[in-house]
């Protein structure tokens, strides 16, 4: 085991589907000093629970303290170490009870699990050194978190083999997670939040990976000490990712050009959320949806195409390399306030996008659906140019400095001062085959 101090190892040896933690003949104590299985309680001590049974439940039950305290470490074991194997089906849960039961690991605990899951609900204690100790999970198996209030400061754990679940973790928002090759962090349900999430060089995210359940969230919020990060794996799943605090995380799918697989919400509160590189873009699934909520940027390395584009945020914004496009296919009916800044972009889908952010960005075509333009996005000197691009040759050309018209769609743009009082939105909607292509100079 990696601690730095180990004083022995307690085995379990009492009845295979688990039992009280604190009870001395459920242990054999292993130690080189000759420490006593109560001894060990009190000390650093590796807990090996390999001879537990699937479905078997351990209950955390020790609330009497550890004799290295420098602190007020009342009702709180040192834990050096984990040992389980079984299964990849097998699950075993180590309960809290009572109230005043919680663990400290120590520098730097191994959590070996090799198969199966292990779900550990005590709560982990942080009032005891500063800053909170490191966990290195290692072996095939899974390490859940199941404690929503599960506390550790200014560390970086690391996920060396295997999973590391989070289940509603928002209190771990202040350690990060560091990804080895072939291991993954899993966001399995609720609402969750760590300082960030970065990955060791050259790992292969067909094998390493974040992944996000539907209905979870995962938020990068830049804790105190953990600096902004770079993931080289593969992001998946239906979520949410969230990104605050102010920093730039970068998502590079390892150089790979392919998509990564995430098809769920990117939203961006404050700070940037980085989509590959400009020497190696990359993007995500079409089908995924991003929000701007509110100064920060959603940063495409690549063109790029998203199920749906919304956000209140009117000092952030998304932007993408000039010469691609970024298509927005929406079905519904979404508004958007952040910037647009990139090449060209494309409404399609049958639904509505409003926008009312600054606009920046090249040749914008409505494909599909109703593009509408808020009153506030006009701005003196606005102009349009437009074509229908269709076989029947419904439309014609206009020059940017001419108005905005056409026969079967009457639609005007004008300066600010000459639109209509009555006037809040100009709406933009192609006939059935047709696609208009609108040019809007870039906000001065």
Request: net charge negative; proline share 4%.
């Amino acid at each position: 085991m990696g601690a730095e101090l180990v004083d022995g190892t307690n085995v379990w040896i009492g009845a295979a589907s688990g039992g009280s933690w604190t009870n001395p003949a459920n242990w054999r104590a292993e130690s080189r000093d000759g420490y006593s299985v109560e001894e060990l309680f009190a000390r650093y001590a590796v807990y090996d629970l390999r001879a537990l049974a699937p479905g078997a439940v351990v209950d955390f039950d020790y609330a009497d303290g550890n004799v290295y305290n420098v602190r007020n470490t009342t009702g709180a074991m040192f834990i050096s170490g984990i040992i389980l194997s079984g299964g990849p089906d097998d699950v075993w849960t180590i309960a809290r009870s009572p109230e005043a039961a919680r663990v400290h690991f120590t520098s730097k605990a191994d959590i070996c699990i090799d198969g199966g899951r292990l779900d550990f609900h005590p709560l982990t204690s942080t009032g005891f050194d500063y800053p909170t100790m490191p966990l290195v999970k290692k072996g095939t198996g899974t390490f859940r978190i199941c404690q929503n209030n599960a506390f550790f400061w200014e560390v970086t754990h690391s996920v060396q083999g295997g999973c590391v679940s989070l289940t509603n973790n928002y209190n771990l928002r202040n350690c990060g997670f560091r990804i080895s090759d072939g291991a993954r962090l899993a966001v399995d349900f609720g609402s969750n939040a760590v300082a960030g999430v970065s990955s060791d060089a050259g790992v292969n995210p067909a094998t390493t990976s974040i992944d996000i359940a539907p209905g979870a969230t995962l938020e990068l919020m830049s804790g105190f000490n953990i600096n902004a990060t770079s993931f080289g794996g593969d992001l998946t799943g239906t979520g949410k990712l969230r990104v605050s605090g102010g920093k730039t995380f970068s998502f590079t799918h390892g150089g790979n050009s392919n998509p990564l697989s995430f098809a769920g919400l990117l939203s961006v509160a404050s700070g940037d959320l980085a989509i590959g590189t400009s020497a190696k873009p990359t993007g995500v699934a079409p089908t995924a949806t991003a929000e701007i909520e509110g100064g920060g940027w959603l940063r495409f390395s690549a063109g790029q195409r998203l199920a749906s584009l919304s956000g209140v945020g009117v000092d952030g914004g998304t932007s993408w390399p000039a010469g691609e496009t970024l298509t927005v296919e929406e079905e519904g009916s979404k508004s958007y306030s952040g910037r647009l800044a990139g090449g060209a972009f494309a409404k399609a889908g049958a639904g509505t996008l409003a926008l009312d952010g600054e606009v920046a960005c090249g040749d914008v075509r409505i494909n599909e659906g109703t593009l509408a333009i808020r009153r506030g996005f006009y701005r003196e000197g606005l102009a349009a140019a437009w074509r229908f691009e269709d076989d029947d040759d419904i439309g014609a050309d206009a020059t940017p400095s001419a108005a905005f018209r056409q026969k079967r769609l009457p639609l005007s743009v004008g300066t600010k001062s000459s639109l209509p009082s009555a006037l809040q939105v100009l709406v933009v909607t192609p006939a059935s085959g047709s696609s208009i292509s609108v040019r809007l100079p870039a906000w001065s």
